[in-house]
Nanobody, 122 residues
């Protein structure tokens, strides 16, 4: 069973930065691609960013493009989400997920972390 553990959430002010981390228990064919999603209260879970363990492909949601950066440390089996210029509308629980192939859909991911809360005050 693949385990994903997120960390790095917190309460910040608008314009601040945060870096989320997601440590994966394995890096195999079952976790070829890693993604970040978020879910705000009363809303559906939405795609934020995704990246495979190898290669230069990176996908971002339009709402975070230019502000968020997804990166990886293969040696540590860890994926990061650097979030800059945070806005109140970025407030959500952020989830890390793993899939066999890159996808923007929640249904494309088989493994999920427990989530970490990010709150941005105005």
């Amino acid at each position: 069973q693949v385990q994903l553990v997120e960390s790095g959430g917190g309460l910040v002010q608008a314009g601040d930065s945060l870096r989320l981390s997601c440590a994966a228990s394995e890096r195999t064919f079952r976790t070829n691609a890693m993604g970040w999603f978020r879910q705000a209260p009363g809303k559906e879970r939405e795609f934020v960013a995704a990246k495979p363990w190898s290669g230069g492909i990176t996908w971002y949601a339009d709402s975070v493009k230019g502000r968020f950066t997804i990166s990886r440390d293969n040696a540590k089996n860890t994926v990061y989400l650097q979030m800059n210029s945070l806005k109140p509308e970025d407030t959500a629980v952020y989830y890390c997920a793993a899939a066999r192939a890159l996808s923007r859909a929640t249904t494309g991911y088989n493994y999920w972390g427990q989530g970490t809360q990010v709150t941005v005050s105005s």
